[in-house]
């Protein structure tokens, strides 16, 4: 049972150059989300999916941009991009049911924009 | 809107020691609450949740929290720190029908062997 799944693990990328993180889960979630995650800043909402179709911002969604044509798989895409975004990336994942609904977390995507 | 803080960005006790993690949050209706604990390297994996039932919650590794309402919190507890405890550790809140979770901004637990 994989859980989630991200690639890369490891990023370098120019200013201005664009790329696509990926996140997979095998667990038929209806929920993911994309956080990022910054020294002292905790986790901050990038973006979620509420299901195959439909996502919608979080927090900070500028310079970001997701689909979720499947249930289990919701990429990342980060257009031009800046110093700024250089982070942490966490994609989770949950089945949303009546209570508190527990997220599986990726072990994460670290991006450094030079 | 729902929040939390943690305070104290750096914790540090010595092998044996009680841990206390604080986490207080905000919301204008009943919460949900959560730790979560991140190792070295790692992804984020669920200590323990708190979902309106018992006020004293027990989780893994021998933590536990108690939602207190009268003052807003939910602080982390173990009574006897390990080595293997050293990590960051997040509050977290939801409430009924948001679907999204709000992170504090960690708490970096260090063990003084």
């Known amino acids: 049972n994989a859980g989630v799944t991200q690639t890369p693990k490891f990023r370098i990328l120019k200013i201005g150059q664009s790329m696509t993180l990926q996140c997979a889960q095998d667990m038929n979630h209806n929920y993911m989300y994309w956080y990022r995650q910054d020294p002292g800043m905790g986790l901050k909402l990038i973006y979620y999916?509420?299901?195959?179709?439909?996502?919608d911002k979080g927090e900070v969604p500028n310079g970001y941009n997701v689909s979720r044509s499947t249930t289990e798989d919701f990429p990342l895409r980060l257009e031009l991009a800046a110093p700024s975004q250089t982070s942490v990336y966490f994609c989770?994942?949950?089945?949303?049911?009546?209570?508190?609904?527990?997220?599986?977390f990726g072990a994460g995507s670290r991006l450094t924009v030079l | 809107a729902q929040s939390v803080t943690q305070l104290g960005s750096h914790v540090s006790v010595s092998e044996g020691a009680l841990v206390l993690l604080r986490c207080n949050y905000s919301?204008?209706?009943?919460?949900?609450l959560f730790w979560y604990v991140q190792y070295p390297n790692q992804g984020l994996q669920l200590l323990l949740k708190y979902t309106s039932a018992a006020t004293l919650v027990k989780g893994i590794n021998g933590f536990e929290a108690e939602f207190k309402k009268s003052e807003t919190s939910f602080h982390l507890t173990k009574p006897s720190a390990h080595m293997s405890d050293a990590a960051e550790y997040f509050c977290?809140?939801?409430?009924?029908?948001?679907?999204?979770?709000?992170f504090g901004t960690g708490t970096r637990l260090t063990i003084i062997p």
């Open positions: 999916s509420v299901g195959a179709g439909i996502t």
């Open positions: 977290a809140v939801s409430v009924f029908g948001n679907e999204k979770l709000t």
């Open positions: 989770a994942s949950t089945h949303l049911t009546a209570g508190a609904n527990v997220l599986t």
């Open positions: 919301s204008s209706v009943p919460p949900y």
